[in-house]
């Protein structure tokens, strides 16, 4: 069976890496091709800023286009290159970001919002009896506005200027543009918004930014509310602020020490931050984050003059990328301030460029690729603390040059001890353990590897971290490259689990809008006797599909069915048969395989202990 098992992951791993890849001086470098740049300078500017991205927009700031502009900063929307500008208003503006078909910014003294032209600007807080005056809107999410309004400080010292302080709106639900304040404490200190995430319709999400206290900004974290605040500042820190959020982490710098800023990001507490600082670098700021991947600048010393950008995966933090190290004559610094990412794992990055020759600051926007791509099989595993779960991976190399140095790891968060080797065309371990591997283009690559807890670990889809020294990373995509882990005191139920499809290629291919696809599963338990439940779902994405899970027989006669689960005792050493049906709601589903997916899982008192997956679109 274990033969067989090889064999069934040789040629599965290799039909999901292979339709992955056909979608769409620091420690580690990237292929030139991987990498581009565009440049959104438009013609006659002094200056330009890009510093947010959506959609395949971007929005900043230009300084003096044309005449009568007075070398005003104006606010600026682009859609991927210089000449498709457009100014957003004649006057004093500058947009910080875009969402979707939404840019916000300020003009004036006036929080403002556009879509897409000057005849579509709205101004937030046109009530004047409040107290408060104008504002900046830095952030958009789902209709929601983050950023700031001016407070007229209240004291007998007529010196004192108005301060900021931090607010969210919901422009489409209070048309009068009033906002919700965040600001807490004394009403003369300051505070900003910088980054809002996971807002609803009907709920704001969370927000980030900073509170002054004692001259000093202390990074905060809100959830609609003055008093939901969290403070992120690090123990010892003497100064922070948190500029960018997203999935529940949040990214910014700290101050360990007097004029020493450091790059970190935050899981919703000041407690367990992590630096994200590069080595032999001054200082480091990081911007805006999306999944596993953070955007910022770094410093070699500490001139301005020195500003480069750099690309974080938080899977390998320690590893950045020196995106100033791939311009073109004659960019030298550089900064990243905002990023898009997609699920195959192309980015686009926006921020600007210096260019000596001209002495201008330039608006520019790299667009990354991978070229590695990964998969793994099975999906699952379930041991006893101290015991190995091993699978198998396939790697491949899209590019048009060998990449070098090619190897596996695991988060450092995960505890546990780590193996890989490389493995021959019949899944047989070849060369040195824990051994990078050179890989030619168009090649792939087969691994076998195991993860060893040294503690109990409930059901946990760990990241593996794949990676070449000169190619960067594969991206990480749940259920595909993954392997999900239970770890506990007693060994659980271990179903190794096989899928295939009717195609042979992983991928379930419904005849039509309404059609029916299927896909069939074998699964042995290497574990100890125990009840499970078995189960199929699109992985909490709403794909217009209805599920039936089928137990069956070796010879694929139906036992028993059902839309929701199947419970049954599974013996040790048994061998069980699933299919699952799939059949349309009438909708398209698109091929993208990195996200439409079908999950079969089998789970234990509650702890995912087998799982295995399919592609599907429709035919």
């Not at 300051?190 to 001259?215: C, F, K, M, N, R």
């Not at 659980?492 to 299927?518: E, K």
Request: one cysteine or more; glycine letters at 10%; aromatic letters at 8%.
């Amino acid at each position: 069976m274990n033969d067989v098992l090889s064999t069934s992951c040789r040629l599965s791993i290799g039909a999901m890496a292979l339709a992955l890849s056909s979608a769409p001086s620091l420690a580690l470098n990237i292929a030139p091709e991987q990498l581009s740049l565009i440049n959104l300078h438009p013609e006659g500017a002094d200056h330009s800023r890009a510093l947010g991205v959506s959609n395949g927009r971007q929005v900043g700031v230009v300084i003096k286009i044309g005449e009568g502009y007075d070398q005003n900063p104006t606010a600026a929307l682009w859609h991927g290159s210089a000449d498709s500008l457009i100014r957003l208003s004649p006057f004093l503006s500058t947009a910080y970001a875009i969402d979707h078909d939404q840019q916000g910014g300020f003009i004036g003294m006036a929080a403002s919002l556009w879509e897409g032209s000057p005849e579509s600007q709205l101004t937030l807080l046109t009530d004047t009896s409040l107290s408060y005056q104008g504002g900046v809107v830095r952030a958009l999410d789902n209709g929601w506005q983050a950023g700031e309004v001016r407070f007229p400080c209240r004291t007998e010292d007529p010196t004192v200027p108005g301060v900021y302080h931090a607010a969210i709106w919901n422009a489409a639900a209070v048309p009068d543009g009033l906002p919700t304040i965040l600001h807490f404490g004394e009403e003369c200190r300051e505070s900003i918004v910088w980054g809002i995430d996971g807002a609803t319709a009907t709920d704001p999400g969370q927000q980030v930014g900073s509170y002054a206290l004692d001259g000093r900004h202390q990074a905060m974290l809100w959830s609609g509310s003055a008093d939901s605040v969290v403070n992120l500042n690090p123990t010892g820190s003497l100064e922070s602020v948190a500029y960018g959020i997203n999935n529940g982490r949040q990214v910014g710098y700290y101050s360990p020490e007097y004029l020493v800023d450091h790059a970190v990001v935050w899981h919703g507490t000041a407690e367990g931050a992590i630096d994200l600082h590069p080595r032999d670098m001054d200082a480091s700021y990081a911007f805006a984050i999306d999944g596993p991947w953070v955007v910022g600048t770094m410093y070699p010393d500490e001139s301005d003059d020195s500003k480069r950008a750099v690309l974080w995966n938080l899977a390998d933090h320690a590893n950045p990328i020196d995106l100033s190290a791939l311009l073109p004559e004659p960019y030298n610094f550089a900064e990243a301030m905002a990023l898009e990412a997609d699920r195959a794992g192309n980015l686009v990055i926006v921020g600007s460029v210096f260019n000596p020759t001209a002495g201008t600051q330039e608006a520019v926007l790299w667009t990354y690729r991978p070229v590695l791509f990964a998969a793994v099989l099975p999906a699952a595993r379930a041991v006893a603390v101290g015991q190995p779960a091993s699978a198998f991976a396939n790697l491949i190399n899209t590019g048009s040059a060998t990449a070098e140095g090619c190897s596996i790891g695991l988060p450092e968060e995960i505890a546990a001890t780590f193996i890989y080797q490389a493995t021959d065309a019949e899944n047989r371990p070849v060369g040195i353990p824990n051994t990078p591997v050179d890989l030619p283009p168009d090649a792939s690559q087969g691994f076998v590897f195991s993860i060893t807890p040294t503690g109990p670990l409930a059901t946990t889809d760990i990241p593996l971290l794949f990676k070449c020294e000169n190619a960067g990373w594969a991206p990480s995509q749940s259920f595909v490259n993954t392997l999900t882990l239970t770890a506990m005191d007693s060994a659980p139920p271990d179903l190794l689990a096989i899928g295939v499809t009717p195609s042979g290629d992983g991928v379930v291919r419904l005849n039509g809008a309404a059609g029916i696809g299927v896909f069939a599963t074998a699964a042995i338990n290497l574990g100890p006797m125990g009840e499970l439940r078995v189960s199929a779902d699109t992985r909490g994405l709403d794909l217009p599909l209805n599920l039936t899970v089928c137990e069956t027989d070796a010879a694929g006669n139906w036992l028993s069915c059902d839309s929701s689960a199947l419970n049954r005792i599974v013996a040790a050493g048994e061998t069980l048969f699933y299919s699952v049906f799939a059949t349309g709601k009438g909708e398209p589903i698109d091929f993208d395989p990195a996200a439409h997916r079908i999950l079969l899982r089998f789970e234990s008192d509650g702890m995912t202990v087998g799982a295995t997956s399919a592609a599907v679109m429709t035919h």
